[in-house]
């Protein structure tokens, strides 16, 4: 069974970067579709970015467009999020998920792993 496990939140400041990075076990990352989301205080689970199974299609929400890119590395069963520009309104919980197909559906949740972004 695919598990995901998130890594390389923490603190920045506003225009910082960092480089999310989801590791997978249980099963071979590159049959999956993969999203990252976001769920802000008092706010609803957003989508941020989702890349397919090969890599060759991505879609990115406006909010982040030009600020963030999504990326995948199936030999080393890693998808990754990097976040250029952040904002203070980029803090959130950042979570990856087996998204099918990128349509929002999905089948696996990691953990999360905390954004802060302040000074």
């Known amino acids: 069974q695919l598990q995901l496990v998130e890594s390389g939140g923490g603190l920045v400041q506003p225009g910082g970067s960092l480089r999310l990075s989801c590791a997978a076990s249980?099963?071979?990352?590159?049959?999956?579709?993969i999203g990252w989301f976001r769920q802000a205080p008092g706010k609803e689970r957003e989508g941020v970015s989702c890349?397919?199974?090969?890599?060759?299609?991505?879609n990115t929400a406006d909010s982040v467009k030009g600020r963030f890119t999504i990326s995948r590395d199936n030999a080393k069963n890693t998808v990754y999020l990097q976040m250029n520009s952040l904002k203070p309104e980029d803090t959130a919980v950042y979570y990856c998920?087996?998204?099918?197909?990128?349509?929002?559906?999905?089948?696996?949740w990691g953990q999360g792993t905390q954004v802060t972004v302040s000074s």
């Open positions: 998920a087996a998204e099918w197909n990128c349509s929002g559906y999905v089948t696996s």
């Open positions: 249980g099963a071979t990352l590159d049959n999956y579709a």
């Open positions: 890349i397919s199974s090969s890599g060759s299609r991505t």
